[in-house]
């Protein structure tokens, strides 16, 4: 990559959008920045030529910086854009000229992405969740309840986060809050978070091997057929119990593709 400028990050989060698992990282500068060669691949892009094109637009190179990634191959370089410009890079995409079935996709990145992105941050958010957005719309007792119990956690994270910062802890406390919001999903009822990672990388071993059959991105099929298996709508959510069935269940499926007796996970 032509830009010379470095990039280092002090936190990275994997966050699910529709299906598709997108990687972004918190730079030291305080700026949220998306991997571009996963937005591509999830979009069925060409990374080579998307990067050259927001290095050519002035406004786009200047979000745009290089970073290391950790691959299977080893650290490689990698472009990263700060989530500010996602939109404006996006919306340079014509609907029209990607595939059919990848266009309501793409619309969904130019509306949506940047917000989800940014909220993976500043609040824990690490899903794009559209069917419990659309009933939060509806005007009920439940709604009411659920938006007030919302303000609450908002208001009372606020004052702990105000209060460590009296105390001269903060950076501590604000991980101790990270983990605790990570695990509240009971640990008794839901995956772990090392299990859910075991998964992920399941999914992405599977999806690249019925790719090179398909020629095309399978990770979203993949996952949705693992949602309606097992009555899920994230693979964070899958029940502790069934997760030994999970891992069969993906392992079988790649072995199938590939005849080979040795997993990549």
Not at 42 to 50: D, P
Not at 168 to 177: F, T, V, Y
Request: hydrophobic fraction near 40%; aromatic fraction near 8%.
């Amino acid at each position: 990559m032509s830009d010379s400028r470095a990039l280092s990050f002090v936190e990275q989060k994997q966050v699910e959008f529709y299906g598709d698992e997108l990687t972004a990282v918190k730079a030291e500068d305080g700026q949220i920045y998306v991997s571009i060669r996963h937005m591509c691949d999830a979009l069925g892009l060409n990374i080579q030529a998307q990067t050259r094109r927001i290095q050519r637009q002035e406004v786009l190179a200047d979000g745009f910086m290089v970073a290391k990634m950790a691959t299977i191959k080893g650290e490689r370089p990698a472009g990263w854009l700060r989530t500010d410009m996602i939109p404006l890079w996006l919306t340079g995409i014509s609907v029209k000229s990607v595939k059919e079935e990848i266009q309501p996709k793409l619309k969904r990145f130019q509306k949506e992405a940047a917000k989800v992105l940014w909220e993976a941050f500043q609040e824990g958010r690490l899903t794009a969740d559209p069917t419990f957005d659309e009933l939060l719309a509806v005007d009920s007792d439940a709604v009411q309840a659920y938006q007030i119990a919302s303000a609450v956690v908002k208001l009372a994270r606020q004052q702990i986060l105000m209060e460590a910062r009296l105390a001269g802890w903060l950076d501590d406390h604000e991980r101790r809050l990270e983990q605790i919001e990570a695990t509240l999903g009971d640990p008794d009822r839901f995956v772990t978070p090392s299990q859910a990672m075991q998964v992920s990388q399941a999914i992405k071993a599977v999806a690249l091997e019925v790719g090179k059959k398909t020629g095309r991105n399978e990770h979203g099929a993949v996952y949705g057929q693992l949602y309606r298996r097992f009555e899920v709508t994230s693979y964070k959510q899958l029940p502790a119990e069934r997760f030994q069935e999970v891992m069969d269940w993906l392992t079988d499926w790649y072995k199938r593709q590939t005849g080979a007796d040795s997993l990549p996970f």
